[in-house]
């Protein structure tokens, strides 16, 4: 059997059958074999010089030049002692882990849980609860023990690897469940104490279906738990917070003059932040009195110990700025779960995430993976499930006879042509300036886009929906995305009269789908977005410098809320609130955002942004390791529709190629 266009292989409700055989460089060779991939990851080599095709998968699998396989030992044995324990009846659970077990493995769910989200939910079980009746697990155990050692506290962190769009909120819900309803029912080892953390205020808005209080709470509308255990659930105490949350804040609020004065009087200053334990009695204020929480982490990438030491010398400029936020952010997420752990006790960390690697600029390896991962659902794994889109790579300037493809390493052929981050030349350059590679790559994947939303916007009236598919645009910094953003969409400029006057005058979007400003007028509702997801989900104000930048987008979705609501409602949102609203529901049918059709960001669109009509992505940025291509790309993955093949599969083809696929371009 070979791939043809179709890679999907496997049910997403059963352990996977079947999977493609990977070449040695990562890419999909086309042939298919029986039985399960082993767990394995990519890691970076010497680069190679020879020259690869476009593939058609993941990520663009022919990028991986330079990569090799590396197994994950760790996680292929657990995997298969949980698959053994499993076929033997789960032994050594409780009663209430084993009607959990018996609940989520019935499809009695709604929807129905995937394979992978209760792979993932039985491995943390069969490790707290199984693995200690035999040696192997035992010695797991030991193994994953000494992970947390030389740190204070040591921590015990297990770490499920999950696709993006595989369901990692779901398993949140289930390790809820399976820990306060054991200890509700007196079981010692357990907790109902829990602490989430995510990176930001988009996730943690979204992470509401995991409080027990919540109307559309998991437990009840998914039928998470069996209906006599509701009450059980009811008794956990759930706190969300992004990690921000970690920065001790100040408590004595002074204009900058008089802290000077004020500090000038005392030869050490006067503290004024809080200390740790008013951090933690902040945070964990929803807890109450609770000890022994359990943590569970949110896109955990983005926690871990740096390492101090490793050379940075060979680091690009490109990303020395966000390798910087990546250890910043990581510091603060760590450190506040050490003090959590401190003043109340940490039980275990769960952390779930899609890409659990070491950056560059950690001090560890570049592409390792975190050592105390112990369940694996790649993202090929979540393709050959149908769980997802399937990611492709345009090939049409393959034709142009170079031996690189010029769209494959754009960024390195067009960044000398854009204006650097704060540089005065930011400021003259106009959206007619932009270099002629990166227009060409913009207009290829316009036209793509262009020649599909007829057939899309055709399938999705057949069931009653006007939303259109979405186009992504992430750039390098705000210099870089408001030109794109203007020459996308449109833009204001001075024009200079005959007479030595000035005047203001729009001008229009050069993609006319994507335009915000038709026939030299702006239309009333944007088609185009421009965010900066660090700005937006940081969960403060929005810098003056953004805010100025956005100011039409503002006004313009104000007055529709206005409109919807009453203006009241409008007056109440605050600019923050409403391009989070937003960005947040781009695709959601009858919200605000339903109608937007391009979206440029900085950096990258933030994890947890989970709009399921993403259709292209292109990258006009550096891209200096698989983890952001990775993280880039989840953007888009989620699919629209799960419409079940014949062959039990997953064709997700009901509704169009954005419910089953994404066409993209990375910078490189």
């Not at 999950?162 to 079981?187: C, D, E, F, Q, Y």
């Not at 027990?212 to 659930?233: A, C, F, H, L, W």
């Not at 949102?573 to 391009?598: H, S």
Request: hydrophobic share 40%; with cysteine; aromatic share 6%.
């Amino acid at each position: 059997m070979r791939m043809e266009h179709n890679p999907i292989l496997n049910s997403p409700f059963r352990a996977p059958e079947r999977h493609w055989i990977l070449n040695e460089d990562g890419s999909m060779s086309g042939v298919m074999r029986e039985g399960r991939r082993v767990s394995q990851y990519y890691v970076p080599i010497a680069p190679s010089t020879a020259r690869q095709a476009q593939g058609d998968l993941a990520l663009d699998e022919a990028d991986r030049e330079g990569r090799a396989f590396r197994p994950n030992a760790l996680v292929n044995r657990i995997r298969e002692h949980v698959a053994r324990w499993r076929r033997e009846g789960s032994r050594h659970v409780t009663h209430e882990t084993a009607r959990l077990l018996a609940h989520w493995r019935s499809g009695r769910t709604t929807p129905p849980l995937f394979f992978c989200q209760i792979e993932a939910a039985e491995t943390m079980i069969w490790l707290a609860e199984a693995a200690p009746h035999g040696v192997a697990g035992r010695e797991i155990i030991a193994e994953l023990a000494k992970l947390g050692e030389g740190a204070e506290p040591a921590l015990f962190r297990i770490a499920a690897k999950m696709a993006t769009g595989s369901g990692k909120t779901t398993v949140m819900a289930m390790l809820i469940a399976w820990h306060t309803i054991n200890a509700a029912r007196g079981r010692k080892r357990f907790s109902d104490a829990f602490l989430i953390v995510c990176p930001g205020v988009t996730i943690r808005d979204r992470l509401r279906v995991l409080l027990p209080s919540d109307p559309d709470n998991y437990y009840q509308t998914r039928g998470m738990v069996p209906d006599d255990m509701i009450g059980d659930i009811r008794k956990a105490r759930v706190a969300i917070v992004n990690y921000h949350a970690f920065k001790r804040r100040e408590t004595l609020s002074l204009p900058k003059y008089a802290r000077e004065v004020i500090d000038g009087r005392a030869p050490t200053g006067i503290e004024t932040l809080e200390t740790e334990a008013q951090m933690v009695l902040r945070v964990c204020k929803d807890l109450g009195a609770r000890q022994n929480i359990v943590v569970l982490n949110d896109e955990a990438h983005h926690c871990y110990d740096a390492k101090a030491g490793r050379s940075e010398e060979d680091a690009s400029p490109d990303d020395a700025e966000e390798r910087g936020r990546n250890k910043d952010a990581a510091r603060l997420w760590i450190n506040g779960i050490r003090a959590i752990a401190r003043a109340r006790g940490v039980r275990v960390v769960h952390d779930l995430s899609a890409t659990p690697f070491f950056l560059r600029g950690s001090g560890h390896a570049e592409g390792t993976l975190f050592p105390w991962v112990v369940s694996d659902f790649s993202l090929i794994d979540a393709i050959e499930s149908g769980i997802v889109k399937i990611p492709r790579v345009p090939v049409s300037d393959n034709a142009l006879g170079r031996e690189m493809p010029v769209w494959r390493r754009l960024w390195p052929e067009i960044r000398e042509g854009l204006p650097k981050k704060g540089a005065r030349k930011a400021a003259v350059f106009t959206p007619d300036q932009l270099p002629e590679k990166l227009l060409s790559a913009l207009h290829g994947l316009y036209g793509h886009y262009a020649r599909l939303f007829p057939g899309w916007m055709a399938r999705f009236a057949e069931v009653g929906r006007d939303t259109p598919p979405v186009f992504i645009v992430v750039c390098q910094n705000t210099s870089h995305s408001k030109l794109l953003f203007d020459y996308i969409a449109g833009y204001q400029r001075t024009e200079t009269l005959p007479d030595g006057a000035t005047r203001e005058v729009w001008v229009n979007g050069a993609l006319p789908l994507f335009a915000n400003v038709e026939d030299g007028r702006p239309l009333s509702r944007p088609r185009t977005l421009l965010i900066d997801s660090a700005e937006i989900d940081s969960g403060e104000s929005l810098s003056p410098e953004f805010k100025k930048l956005v100011a039409p987008e503002i006004e313009s979705f104000r007055a529709e809320v206005a409109a919807r609501q009453g203006q009241g409602a409008a007056i109440r949102l605050t600019e923050e609130d409403l391009l989070r609203e937003v960005m947040n529901t781009v695709g959601a049918p009858g919200k605000l955002g339903e109608q937007v059709r391009c979206v440029v960001s900085v950096s990258m669109l933030t994890e947890g942004w989970d709009a399921n009509t993403v259709t292209h992505i292109l990258g006009v940025r550096a891209f200096g390791t698989e983890l952001l291509c990775e993280q880039v790309v989840g953007r888009a993955l989620r699919r629209v529709s799960y419409d079940p093949g014949a062959d039990g599969g997953n064709g997700g083809a009901k509704l169009g190629h954005g419910s089953g696929g994404i066409t993209l371009l990375r910078a490189a």
